[in-house]
């Protein structure tokens, strides 16, 4: 089993800044790709941010193409999010895809509990 914890979510004006950690713990001594979705109130969770196990390989969300920047190291990534806009407002998900067929990611195995971003006008 695997376990990942988000955090670093919160309340931020447009304009702002924000970082969200994932931590993964357990049984992860094996390759496996992250990423990063996000669902708002009333809206299908979508596809934000991916990156490969090496950290060589990222994807992005054409919503969040230069805003946003994910990296990881030491059993966690980060998605830095700048020049937030009120529409970046979700809950936010990491996830984990240990099967690596498929860049970027299709199916991932392993699902944080989220993180909330609020992002003010």
């Known amino acids: 089993q695997v376990q990942l914890v988000e955090s670093g979510g919160g309340l931020v004006q447009a304009g702002g800044s924000l970082r969200l950690s994932c931590a993964a713990s357990?049984?992860?001594?094996?390759?496996?790709?992250m990423g990063w979705f996000r669902q708002a109130p009333g809206k299908e969770r979508e596809f934000v941010a991916a990156i490969s196990w090496s950290g060589g390989s990222t994807y992005y969300a054409d919503s969040v193409k230069g805003r946003f920047t994910i990296s990881r190291g030491n059993a966690k990534n980060t998605l830095q999010m700048n020049s937030l806009k009120p529409e970046d407002t979700a809950v936010y998900y990491c996830?984990?895809?240990?099967?690596?067929?498929?860049?970027?990611?299709?199916?991932?195995?392993?699902w944080g509990q989220g993180t909330q971003v609020t992002v003010s006008s």
């Open positions: 996830g984990a895809d240990f099967r690596n067929v498929h860049w970027p990611p299709v199916n991932y195995d392993y």
């Open positions: 357990g049984d992860i001594f094996r390759s496996y790709a």
